[in-house]
């Protein structure tokens, strides 16, 4: 006679571990667990029969496939967590006896590490960082206009916003925008990269309390990894384009001023204007040619050439214009989307460094305003609504600027 088989022990049941399981496995706190997972990719499955895997227990468990866990296993990042508590229980113990010089002394021994080979894995060719770009920027973008005071560090606040503001300027160097669409949530932004459409929300400019109910733990966690990988996106982004990472200005390419210094106030302020001419490594010739040999069945020559002319005119519909922003109007997106379109923007010296001419240049063709009325107009320029520069890319063309003066009823705004 056989052994007899207990139940659990044999079939898909043996594919799923619970998370308590897991934990105990790997000797981690839950924390630490929920953060490896979070950078790695694991994330938890529904099995189909879980009253059977729980044993008859209705209790709520979360399973994770065991093939997940044993990958965990081997992962590097577990012994620098297991030096990490080594080090906070020396701080505590030094604290405790009042030994400063051991304090500082461990605090500069504090293990450190990287997610180079996490971004990696997950990420073997650069198409697959860029199908996964949506997420990181919502994240990146919105971490990048938190409060100083708050439950977020400001050196991650500073990061988030560096590594925004060079996409920014990569997306004005490619011409790359598409489609720009205001909500009452923020901002959405589609771009067109390689091929991949990256579509994210610009949170709008102002000052939002973070709210008490988020876990910003698990928040900052998936922000490790994201800033990890749009650091890696830019690099190759800006080698694309010969551009010098991390960005520096033209003007000061000669200059003694270091391209990744960002303590300058004055330095970085010119790189979030985004309207700074940014310095190429070494101009390349570029191919035009297609090989009709990649050419299928349903395209033509023809056919390729007019997209291409077409592609090119969406992307100089501003070329003829010279836009002037008034203090109230949102700068940044607008500099943003002006700029990747070919035209040029100026505001007020005032108001920021890194304006280019002033309100009474005769050159102006357009002002952007959001007031009823103006105390002094020009009558060599329209003055329009912000809204004006968004449909006008949403539907690929200049619109008349009748509909859009200022003080008129705006018509529908509609998602592109």
Sequence with gaps: MGKLQKKGEKGSATNYITRTQAVKKLQLTLPDFRKICILKG???????????????????????????????AHEPLLQKFADTKVFVKKIKKALGRDELDTVQRVRDQKPQYTL??????????????????????????????????????????????????EFMHYCIAAKCVKKVFVSIKGI????????????????????????SNIDFKV???????????????????????????????LEDVFTEKSAVYY???????????????LAEVSKLDEDDDIDEELLTGDQS?????????????????????????????????????IRSLGGEVSWSSDLGVASTYDETDPDITHQIVDRPSQAHQFLSRCYVQPQWVFDSVNQRNLLPVDDYVAGSLLPPHLSP
């Design 42 to 72: 694991i994330y938890p499955h529904e099995p189909k029969k879980k009253r059977k895997l729980a044993k008859g227990s209705s209790a709520p468990k979360t399973f994770y496939y065991v093939k997940d866990i044993q990958y965990l």
């Design 188 to 211: 959405y932004v589609q771009v067109e990269i390689e091929g991949n459409d990256v579509t994210w929300i610009i949170p709008h400019q102002f000052t939002t309390p973070p709210p």
């Design 263 to 277: 303590g300058d106030d004055i330095y970085r302020e010119r790189l979030e204007s985004l309207n700074i001419k």
């Design 301 to 337: 020559l023809e056919g390729i050439m007019e997209s291409r002319k077409e592609e090119e005119n969406f992307k100089g519909i501003f070329k003829d214009c010279k836009f002037f922003l008034s203090r109230e109007v949102p700068r940044e997106i607008l500099v943003l989307t």
């Design 116 to 165: 180079d080979h996490i971004v990696r894995e997950r990420y073997p060719n650069f198409c697959d960082a860029l199908k996964d770009l949506d997420d990181a920027l919502c994240l990146i973008f919105l971490f990048s206009t938190m409060p100083r005071q708050g439950k977020v560090q400001p050196g991650i606040i500073n990061k988030c916003r560096i590594l925004a503001v």
């Design 219 to 249: 928040m900052l966690s998936f922000l490790e990894i994201y800033t990890t990988v749009l650091r890696f996106v830019n690099f190759k982004l800006y080698a694309n384009l010969n551009l010098i990472y991390p960005p520096k200005a």
